[in-house]
T-cell receptor, first 115, second 113 residues
Framework: AQKITQTQPGMFVQEKEAVTLDCTYD???????LFWYKQPSSGEMIFLIY??????QNATEGRYSLNFQKARKSANLVISASQLGDSAMYFC????????????FGGGTRVLVKP | EPEVTQTPSHQVTQMGQEVILRCVPI?????FYWYRQILGQKVEFLVS????????KSEIFDDQFSVERPDGSNFTLKIRSTKLEDSAMYFC???????????FGQGTRLTVV
């Protein structure tokens, strides 16, 4: 079974600085997708960014970029120019083509942006 | 922008009662899901639904749970006889194809007392 590990339970970051959230995954599949979701204190899950296992370029979406290192099985999220509104819980998640489209989530990293 | 909507946002129920959580997925999406998140814990997969049937379910999704798409727009999760440990945030999600992002509703916070 696949497993997602987020080793940082919580992080502080200074406003306007960049922050990297770690995510490692474990799968023997060749075809899979990696996702990051943001969960603010209000509770909803907001999709941020997606990386397919066959994508050669790292995904970027505005201030979010995914540092995909396939050989290391890592998919770290980089948030550039942090804003106060970035304070939230961040979840890394994975789908495997062989397992349909269900998401397996990591334990999350809580980010607090300091002014 | 299209979104997944869930009702109610918060439900309190007595142990042993049946609850139905409702979801309206994004209209052109084909894959529907329920996840739950016990307070302070990770998000867990419950069930996926495609082509009017369950495509996959987790070990959490036992006989107390059922899902239904009663019409072209709604997708419901029923818990037949709630237990205290069913207290959690329940998320509905939908996606248009496999291996694309799933869009989540805002969640229903279920409290069993």
């Amino acid at each position: 079974a696949q497993k997602i590990t987020q080793t940082q339970p919580g992080m502080f970051v200074q406003e306007k600085e960049a922050v990297t959230l770690d995510c490692t995954y474990d799968t023997s599949d060749q075809s899979y997708g990696l996702f990051w979701y943001k969960q603010p204190s209000s509770g909803e899950m907001i999709f941020l960014i997606y990386q397919g296992s066959y994508d050669e370029q790292n995904a970027t979406e505005g201030r979010y970029s995914l540092n995909f290192q396939k050989a290391r099985k890592s998919a770290n999220l980089v948030i550039s120019a942090s804003q106060l509104g970035d304070s939230a819980m961040y979840f890394c998640a994975m789908t495997r083509k062989a397992a349909g489209n269900k998401l397996t989530f990591g334990g999350g990293t809580r980010v607090l942006v300091k002014p | 922008e299209p979104e997944v909507t869930q009702t109610p946002s918060h439900q309190v129920t007595q142990m042993g009662q049946e609850v139905i959580l409702r979801c309206v997925p994004i209209s052109n999406h084909l894959y529907f899901y329920w996840y739950r998140q016990i307070l302070g814990q990770k998000v867990e997969f419950l069930v996926s639904f495609y082509n009017n049937e369950i495509s996959e379910k987790s070990e959490i999704f036992d006989d107390q749970f059922s899902v239904e798409r009663p019409d072209g727009s709604n997708f419901t999760l029923k818990i037949r006889s709630t237990k205290l440990e069913d207290s959690a945030m329940y998320f509905c999600a939908s996606s248009d194809t496999v291996n694309t992002e799933a869009f989540f509703g805002q969640g229903t916070r279920l409290t069993v007392v």
